[in-house]
């Protein structure tokens, strides 16, 4: 885990995303990437990743 997290951040959040919410799409995921990336205040699981799926 701990190279994933220093090599390969992008993928394990992604993935992890993937997982908790189950998603396939990589554009989605993409996208809910770059909006946790861009929000310092929020968890990875969260509410506020769950209402941008939505």
């Known amino acids: 885990m701990e190279f994933f997290q220093e090599n ?5 959040i992604k993935s992890i995303i993937s997982m908790e919410l189950d998603i396939d799409d990589e554009m989605l995921l993409d996208k809910i990437y770059d909006f946790y990336m ?17």
């Open 8 to 12: 390969n951040y992008k993928n394990l």
């Open 38 to 54: 861009d929000n310092d205040d929020i968890s990875l699981i969260s509410e506020e990743i769950n209402r941008f799926v939505i």
